[in-house]
């Protein structure tokens, strides 16, 4: 919001209904009768805008327009915007629920769901993999925290509530858990592809003469720590 301040018009009215009057009672026949009604007039603007304070208004700043979204072709597409709508939605049910660790757990699974998303721009190759996850994931954990919204809303603790509730809670770790495997494993395949590259990286040092076959082996095994 902006803060704008609109002065009152009221004080240069009274400076005029001043200087009007000044001139009905006072004699105004040389320079120095101007001069003293001027300032007159001038300390009635003053004090009356001193006194009359400026209307304040709020102008909601002009939103700025999302930039267009940049295409990565239509399956990746697909991925980022279910992505997209999971986090929404988690973020809303995160909103609701009051209890801290289970909003901390929320948002950890948020930035997990992220971070495998994005992983379809980097390795197209992984998209069947990640659409399988999100496929059954991403909906089952909504609904988990959807469960977990509507118990707390109860605004009791009987036992049953309390019970799925620590349930639910316990399960957001063992998905938790799953997310993080399901990046790592994502993250396998460029792994993979690194180390096939660095191994003919240092075949070629080697047979250009470059590397000597004992600095091969501890270059391979620093590779691997």
Do not use: C
Not at 40 to 62: M, Q
Not at 177 to 200: H, M, P, R, S, W
């Amino acid at each position: 919001m902006r803060e704008i301040k609109r002065r009152s018009a009221v004080p240069v009215y009274i400076a005029a209904g001043v200087y009007a009057l000044y001139a009905l009672i006072f004699p105004l026949y040389s320079s120095w009768h101007f001069l003293i009604a001027a300032v007159v007039t001038a300390a009635a603007w003053l004090i009356a805008d001193w006194l009359i304070k400026p209307v304040v208004e709020y102008i909601p700043e002009p939103e700025e327009p999302e930039p267009e979204p940049v295409s990565h072709g239509a399956e990746t597409d697909a991925i980022l915007a279910e992505a997209k709508t999971a986090r929404r939605e988690m973020e809303r049910l995160s909103a609701s629920i009051g209890d801290e660790t289970v909003r901390q757990r929320i948002a950890r699974l948020i930035a997990l769901s992220d971070q495998i998303a994005q992983d379809a721009i980097q390795d197209p190759n992984d998209i069947p993999q990640i659409k399988k996850f999100q496929g059954y994931f991403l909906p089952s954990t909504v609904q988990l925290l959807n469960a977990y919204d509507r118990m707390a809303s109860l605004g009791t603790e009987g036992e049953n509530i309390t019970a799925t509730k620590q349930r639910i809670a316990e399960m957001l770790d063992t998905e938790i858990t799953a997310f993080e495997k399901q990046l790592d494993a994502l993250y396998k395949n460029d792994y993979l592809d690194i180390d096939a590259d660095v191994q003919v990286m240092h075949n070629l040092l080697r047979r250009e003469g470059l590397l000597q076959d004992d600095e091969l082996q501890q270059l391979l095994k620093k590779t691997k720590e």
